[in-house]
């Protein structure tokens, strides 16, 4: 079997989380919103909620858990690119930030909430 790269990881990581999304009632509004400074994976709506989803895949979840490689920088920057975004698209609106745990063996997803509130 051919080794697979970390682009085509994470844009299988990235159409399993945006299937879990609408299997779980949201509506994907964007993927992979580029600006100069960053990228936010997937911004997906709930009712009048916006969510920036950061998608952190892996082949199985036999070392570290995905979401530990989100630290305090990319945190940071999705912060940022989620205030590009709503100043582009409206402004303020109520919005959420999640992080898709995709395990590809196993074929699953964990969505963290609210991942990036501080203490």
């Known amino acids: 079997m ?6 085509t990881i994470g844009r299988q990581g990235e159409d399993m989380a945006a299937l879990a999304l609408q299997q779980k009632g949201f509506q994907i509004v964007c993927r992979n919103y580029r600006k100069s400074f ?4 997937i911004i997906a709506q709930k009712k009048d909620k916006l969510y920036f989803v950061e998608v952190k895949a892996r082949r199985s979840g036999a ?12 945190r940071r920057q999705v912060t940022q690119m989620a205030l590009a975004y709503m100043g582009e698209h409206g402004g303020e609106r109520d919005c959420s930030f999640l992080v898709a745990e995709v395990y590809l063996q196993e074929k699953k997803v964990h969505f963290i909430e609210d991942s990036f509130a501080e203490d």
């Open 2 to 7: 051919m080794k697979e790269n970390n682009k």
């Open 38 to 41: 960053g990228e936010i994976d």
């Open 63 to 74: 070392f570290a858990r995905p979401a530990e490689s989100v630290g305090p920088a990319k």
